[in-house]
């Protein structure tokens, strides 16, 4: 292991050994999590297909935080791969507007990401789709066998355990984030697994590229003293953009402002975050139709004359003059690669760990003031306030 430049006695006074092993070690962990499922697929095929069988079946992917966020980015793509209706929404909306994303007469798949599965929220998630719908289904992904989700002893449920190197130890989620969303995906199409095999190698090798070759790059941008960075992404990117933004907000301990949006979004209002101490990343799409509207965006923002540096992932945009660094890859995978976009979830790790180090804090525990753990704290579940205020026939919504 490389340590991402670091000598191991050196990371190790900078707090941030965990987090360099866990960033660097994606790679090894994503065919880990392939074999893994491979090694389950009967088992994974006699749960997912009678499911699929409903035609009207609504499947429904949540997390807290950056589990969430996985639901975000694998949307688009696991309703395209399952053909059935697929919404990404928190578990800290469900619990406590249940009455408003739950459909009682719908068969309903609830697929729970879970680092640590212990999040209050997730568990109280789990439960409440077993009291709001008549006919549900759980698919519980989780980093730890001896987490709260696991406890539960619902029928209808299929418990994916990722390998242990998932369970990250550092307080950001990092190889967790990459390995659940990648699963996620491979159990979507659980049917034609090895037909992923060739877009899992691109993801591997080019990751090796961007943790290799790239690196004492981004390495020197995360060095300098932005006071804001604004993530950009389309379709399943824009989900990575907004765990790329939490990332870098997290290891620099709110000490940098980040935002995330869609290339188009942003041009109605929020492009007015933007000044003299910002710096850009564009998350660019490899789909052709998809990058025209972004190269609009991104050619109109080299124009203003405040000279916004800008990162480029995935294409090559000529003639950017305040471009510090464009990331492409020597694979130039296509847009049908359904998980090359993974990738760019490293970019926001590594910004965020390196420019963590630059501030003088720790990467793996960052917050100075604990206002931030690597499980939450303080959250109260009032179930029973649920159940007495939302009967049936209740008026009381919202």
Not at 87 to 105: G, K, S, V, W, Y
Not at 341 to 369: C, E, K, R, W
Request: glycine share 6%; net charge negative.
């Amino acid at each position: 292991m490389q340590y991402l430049q670091y000598r191991q006695e050196e990371i190790e006074e900078k707090g941030g050994l965990h987090t360099a092993l866990e960033i660097e070690g994606q790679p090894v962990l994503w065919q880990e999590v392939y074999d893994l499922i491979q090694s389950q697929r009967k088992y994974i095929q006699k749960f997912m297909l009678p499911l699929l069988a409903h035609t009207d079946l609504r499947i429904i992917l949540t997390g807290a935080g950056s589990s969430a966020f996985i639901g975000e980015a694998a949307q688009g793509i696991v309703q395209a791969n399952t053909k059935r209706i697929t919404q990404a929404i928190a578990t800290t909306d469900l619990i406590t507007h249940p009455q408003l994303h739950f459909l009682r007469e719908m068969p309903t798949l609830l697929v729970s990401f879970g680092r640590s599965g212990n999040s209050p929220e997730s568990v109280a998630a789990v439960q409440l789709a077993n009291e709001c719908c008549n006919t549900v289904f759980h698919l519980i992904i989780t980093c730890n066998r001896d987490g709260q989700l696991m406890q539960n002893d619902f029928p209808n449920t299929y418990h994916l355990v990722l390998p242990e190197k998932a369970n990250d130890k550092s307080l950001a989620m990092t190889g967790s984030f990459t390995a659940m969303l990648l699963s996620v995906i491979l159990v979507s199409k659980i049917d034609v697994l090895e037909s992923f095999l060739p877009a899992l190698q691109v993801l591997i090798s080019e990751a090796k590229e961007l943790i290799g070759g790239h690196l004492p790059r981004i390495k020197a941008i995360a060095e300098q003293p932005y006071e804001r960075v604004i993530f950009l992404g389309s379709g399943p990117l824009l989900g990575v953009a907004r765990e790329c933004h939490l990332k870098l907000q997290e290891l620099t301990d709110g000490k940098v402002i980040c935002k995330h949006d869609s290339f188009l979004g942003f041009r109605h209002g929020p492009r007015a975050v933007l000044n003299e101490g910002s710096l850009i990343v564009y998350l660019f799409s490899r789909d052709e139709h998809v990058l025209l509207y972004e190269r609009d965006l991104c050619l109109s923002i080299d124009a203003d004359a405040r000279n916004i540096p800008t990162i480029s992932c995935n294409q090559y945009i000529e003639n950017l003059r305040n471009s510090v660094l464009a990331l492409t890859f020597s694979t130039n995978a296509n847009s049908l690669n359904e998980l090359a976009f993974i990738n760019a979830t490293l970019v926001g790790q590594l910004l965020g760990f390196f420019h963590s180090i630059y501030l003088g804090l720790q990467p793996d525990n960052p917050s100075i003031s604990g206002s931030i753990s690597r499980v939450v704290q303080g959250v109260t579940i009032y179930h029973d306030s649920f159940a007495v205020n939302h009967q049936p026939g209740s008026d009381n919504l919202y």
